[in-house]
Structures are given as structure tokens and as C-alpha cells.
């Protein structure tokens, strides 16, 4: 996912509140597999649950 800030280069900081903020730093978004990870939690315990309550 792209990140896109409002205010691109500091020379368009011409509101003195975000002069008064230290510059923005780009951060790098690692790439996890937190979707994947909850995905096949919940389809677990959707099947402990279901299973359950057949038995």
C-alpha cells in the first residue's frame, strides 16, 4: 500500500503549525501476513465451535 502524505516537499509548509512539525520521514511498510495469520484463526474456531456443537 502507497502512502501519500499532504504535504509533499518541505518548501510547502506555509502554515506555521506544520512549520513548527519536524519533517516527515518515510517509513517502509514491511509486508506480513497478518490477514493469512487471522484468517486461519478464525476459521479454526469457527470449526472447533461448529464441530462442537454437532458432537
Do not use: G, I
Not at 17 to 34: E, G, I, Y
Not at 45 to 51: K, M, N, S
Amino acid at each position: 500500500m502507497k502512502r501519500r502524505y499532504l504535504v509533499l516537499t518541505d518548501e510547502a509548509r506555509r502554515h506555521p503549525f506544520r512549520q513548527s512539525l519536524p519533517p516527515q520521514r518515510v517509513v517502509a511498510v514491511k509486508s506480513d501476513d497478518n490477514d493469512l495469520k487471522l484468517f486461519a484463526l478464525s476459521f479454526t474456531a469457527f470449526f472447533v465451535c461448529f464441530y462442537t456443537f454437532l458432537a
